[in-house]
Nanobody, 124 residues
């Protein structure tokens, strides 16, 4: 079992930055592939970024490449999503997810454990 808790969401103006955190318990983040997804109202859950269990492989969605950065602090058992140059279209609930099989995939069904989400709202 893996429990995930996201935090760090909030309201930000376009061009600003936020850092989201995903704190894990039950397993270490270094034993899982971790993904970030987001879901805007009326839309399907969308892939944002994933980091492999080893931490040496990351995949970003084209829409966030160059603006968002995923990182991991094994000592704190936490994964971060640094979001810079925010745009109104980044507005969504952001979820972190864990895959204990390290499939390191971009699809939601590749992850067996999910957090409750944190809301990000970017105003224009």
């Amino acid at each position: 079992q893996v429990q995930l808790v996201e935090s760090g969401g909030g309201l930000m103006q376009a061009g600003g930055s936020l850092r989201l955190s995903c704190a894990a318990s039950g397993r270490t983040v270094s034993s899982c592939a971790i993904g970030w997804f987001r879901q805007a109202p009326g839309k399907e859950r969308e892939f944002v970024v994933t980091i492999s269990r080893s931490g040496d492989s990351t995949f970003y969605a084209d829409s966030v490449k160059g603006r968002f950065t995923i990182s991991r602090d094994n000592a704190k058992n936490t994964v971060y999503l640094q979001m810079n140059s925010l745009k109104p279209e980044d507005t969504a609930v952001y979820y972190c997810a864990a895959d204990v099989n390290n499939r390191h995939t971009k699809v939601p069904w590749g992850y067996g454990y999910w957090g409750q989400g944190t809301q990000v709202y970017v105003s224009s």
